[in-house]
């Protein structure tokens, strides 16, 4: 077995084992940070949310992950890495036989992507980004001309599509999905979220406009919600944020 990086890394994310995905597409997990009023963002973005030993649960999450989701707009707002974030968790990785860095990957519906962005000009992880093809050939040239594989999915069909592919031809056996809300609120909808993880902050941030971890384009009723089974609850007394994990289970009849 590895050895362990030695920084804390409550609660134990690198020790974590999931099961074996499903023939046709990855074991999805969702990992998000909110304030304890439910918001996830400040200001348009994350920053500020997350404490380091947050940041930290992160990169260990990362290290068990075959590839690292983000939507369009965290890519804009925040930017986009799947790297791990320190030489030992990198280390970690390749003393398990994966590369340092998962893949990572963007979904966009329309094509509009900030191509100078460190996801298109570091040279230290593999990216791919998966665009719509109702996105126009200018935008889709775009975009390859930026250096990264891009993946065509139907815009009618866009997650299932996406997971197959990922799974198929890119062996991507856990993915790990980082956000934003819409593009969880996706996942969700799609029925492929097998966790969520995540990390209530000790800030009350109000608003009317403020984020929510998951969202849809559509109003929720009863039938759309899913159960959710508790799988652990860590308190940081030096941070006062609680990691949690839960199981997603099907749709509440």
Known sequence: MPNRPTRNTLPGYLDLDFPAPPATRPYVIVNMVMSADGKIVIEGTEEGLGSSDDQRLMG????????????????????????????????????????????????????????????FTAPDFQGLVVLADTVSDDLRAEVEAAGRPVLTVPAEDVVPSMLRILRRDYGVR????????????????????????????????????????????????VADTRNLRLRSAVPNSQTGEVYLRYDVGTRKA
């Open 60 to 119: 260990a999450l990362r290290t068990h992950a075959d590839a690292v989701l983000n939507g369009a707009e965290t890519l804009r707002k925040s930017g986009s890495t799947p790297d791990p974030g320190t030489r030992e968790l990198r280390g970690f990785r390749k003393a398990r036989g994966l590369p340092p860095s998962p893949l990572g990957v963007i979904l966009s519906r329309s094509g509009k992507l900030p191509l100078d962005s460190q996801f």
């Open 174 to 221: 856990l993915l790990l999905c980082e956000g934003g809300a819409m593009l969880n609120g996706a996942l969700f909808d799609a029925g492929v979220v097998d966790e969520y993880f995540v990390t209530v902050a000790p800030r009350a941030v109000g608003g009317n406009g403020a984020l929510t971890p998951i969202r849809g384009e559509r109003d929720a009723s």
